[in-house]
């Protein structure tokens, strides 16, 4: 079993749609570990993206990030860092196949409705960045 880090980002939350994409989340096996409804100050989106500190988007990014209410989660499956990012769908909804979350929920690649860890130390660090034991299930 592996867990991964996932985000409802800002948009998919004021469009209503976390709702759907938690159905997609149970529909498609994963075990929900923890998860939690946050308004992210500035500060707290500029560490979860620091890696993207020096992209020309990194500041619309930690605007959009902040525009909103998320919903932060630890999701478990066999290859749940994969399975998740399969999900999801590329970065780019006009590129992310057929049925896949950003497909469905995306309006563009800065507003593309989800986040997942991408490798086993970044959802470890993400993980620890947004959760601790005590809120975590399992
Ligand atoms: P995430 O990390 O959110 O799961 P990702 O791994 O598919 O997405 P990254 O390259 O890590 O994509 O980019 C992080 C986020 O930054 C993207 O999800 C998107 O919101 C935003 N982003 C990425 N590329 C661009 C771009 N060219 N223009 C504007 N925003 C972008
Ligand atoms: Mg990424």
């Known amino acids: 079993m592996q867990r991964t880090f996932a985000i409802i980002k ?4 004021a ?9 997609e989340i149970e529909k498609n096996g994963f075990k929900i570990i923890a998860m939690k409804l946050m ?15 020096e992209r020309p988007f990194f500041n619309d990014l930690v ?14 499956k066999e290859q749940a860092i ?8 590329a970065t780019n909804p ?9 497909k469905r929920f995306a309006t563009n690649i800065e507003r593309n409705a989800v986040h997942g860890s991408d490798a086993e130390e970044t959802a ?15």
């Not at 006009?94 to 950003?102: D, V």
């Open 39 to 53: 308004h992210l100050s500035r500060t707290q989106a500029e560490g979860f993206y620091a890696v993207h500190r």
């Open 15 to 23: 469009q209503g749609n976390a709702g759907a994409i938690l159905a």
């Open 94 to 102: 006009e590129q992310a196949a057929e049925g896949t979350l950003r």
């Open 82 to 89: 994969k399975g998740w990012r399969d999900l999801m769908g």
């Open 10 to 13: 800002p948009d998919a939350v």
């Open 63 to 76: 605007t959009f990030m902040t525009e909103g209410p998320v919903v932060a989660m630890i999701l478990q």
């Open 124 to 138: 470890a660090f993400e993980t620890r960045y947004f959760f601790n034991a005590m809120e975590m299930v399992g």
